[in-house]
């Protein structure tokens, strides 16, 4: 099956800072990836679906302008969690779906003081 | 109403006992269906799909009852290493390759 990787596998940060996480398609051509974040006891939630070349799509409730997500080329998708707060800590988990099967990354915990 | 679920548990079980997770969904456009499990801070790894006539796979046992929008789990002699979170996941066509998460159940097996 497909790989995927993330960066960085966590981070802590403080209020205010900016955090980029990638995920990696490392032997897959993904033109689409999804994000999804886990917030402690609760399930995934989909955040977004990134798409490669073209904006990404957003679910309902998340603020694009804060999740900025860029899809530059067919095996990198990042996810920019701008002016972090202690709120969006949570463990975001970057998906792959050739072929219909689904491919997690390891996910990246952020916690953010 | 959440579009999957699930009794959060936990399922307190000894070892060698037998337990069944059940999980609903409300979108009856769903076309694939899946169990996953979740270990503590880790990303969910599939345990297997589950198909309209039912599967097993070793000590797992899946049941898909379309009708009723119903689906379970049966885990036969439980082990200590199947203490985890277990996702019931659905993927409906008409909403491309995305998944949708149930709140899943925490089964903790003990000696």
């Known amino acids: 099956g497909a790989v995927v990787s993330q960066h960085p596998s966590w981070v802590i940060c403080k209020s205010g800072t900016s955090v980029k996480i990638e995920c990696r398609s490392l032997?897959?051509?993904?033109?689409?990836m999804f994000w999804y974040r886990q917030f402690p006891k609760q399930s995934l939630m989909l955040m977004a679906t990134?798409?490669?070349?073209?904006?990404?799509?957003?679910e309902q409730g998340v603020e694009k302008d804060k999740f900025l997500i860029n899809h530059a080329s067919l095996t990198l998708s990042t996810l920019t969690v701008t002016s972090a707060h202690p709120e969006d800590s949570s463990f975001y988990i970057c998906t792959i779906a050739p072929n219909n099967e689904q491919f997690f990354g390891p996910g990246t915990r952020l916690t953010v003081l | 109403r959440k579009e999957v679920e699930q009794d959060p548990g936990p399922f307190n079980v000894p070892e060698g006992a037998t337990v069944a997770f059940n999980c609903t969904y409300s979108n009856s456009a769903s076309q694939s269906f899946f169990w996953y499990r979740q270990d503590c801070r880790k990303e969910p790894k599939l345990l297997m799909s589950?198909?309209?006539s039912g599967n097993e796979d070793g000590r797992f046992t899946a049941q898909l009852n379309r009708a009723s929008q119903y689906i379970s789990l049966l885990i036969r002699d439980s082990k200590l290493s199947d203490s985890a979170t277990y996702l019931c996941?659905?993927?409906?066509?008409?909403?491309?390759?995305?998944?949708?998460f149930g709140g899943g159940t925490r089964l903790m097996v003990k000696p």
């Open positions: 990134s798409n490669e070349g073209s904006k990404a799509t957003y």
């Open positions: 032997d897959f051509q993904a033109t689409t």
């Open positions: 996941v659905v993927n409906s066509r008409n909403a491309g390759n995305m998944l949708t």
């Open positions: 589950v198909y309209s």
